[in-house]
């Protein structure tokens, strides 16, 4: 008999196909909140506001599907990383992420900031 490890993206995959309607509709609620988005955020951020408009998921790990399709998808960028501040998590190392909106945002002001020309009369 073989031992085949799943793969992270074979995981994935399953857990996407086995709750589609529960992750695309959390990847939908997702695209909108990561475009208002102006600050550093985690999943943490995310599940929150997720929650408060939402009821949790079956599968919890849908959360982190999501954010590896839209990181995939150039709609959130890797920041860093923090401790995580909820209790069941035990201050676990958490990635921080900033959107694409809020990455232009940054950009477009670095080159603001680089085109401006002193006259010293």
């Known amino acids: 008999m073989e ?6 993206e074979e995981a994935l ?3 996407r196909m086995a709750n589609k309607e529960e992750y695309c509709k ?3 609620f997702a695209i909108v909140w990561v475009k208002k988005q102006f600050k550093v955020f985690n999943a943490n ?8 408009v939402h ?4 599968q919890v790990n849908l959360f982190g599907s999501v954010f590896s399709n ?4 150039g709609l959130i960028f890797r920041q860093g990383a923090i401790n995580s501040k909820t ?7 958490i990635r921080t992420w900033i959107s694409r ?11 603001n900031k680089n085109n401006l020309s002193i006259n010293f009369e």
């Open 55 to 58: 009821e949790m998921p079956q």
């Open 87 to 93: 209790p069941e998590s035990k201050s676990c190392l």
């Open 101 to 111: 909106q809020y990455k232009e945002k940054q950009s477009n002001n670095a080159k």
């Open 3 to 8: 031992n085949h490890q799943e793969t992270k």
């Open 26 to 28: 959390i990847f939908d």
């Open 13 to 15: 995959q399953r857990v």
């Open 70 to 73: 839209l990181a995939r998808e």
């Open 45 to 52: 951020d995310f599940k929150k506001a997720y929650l408060q």
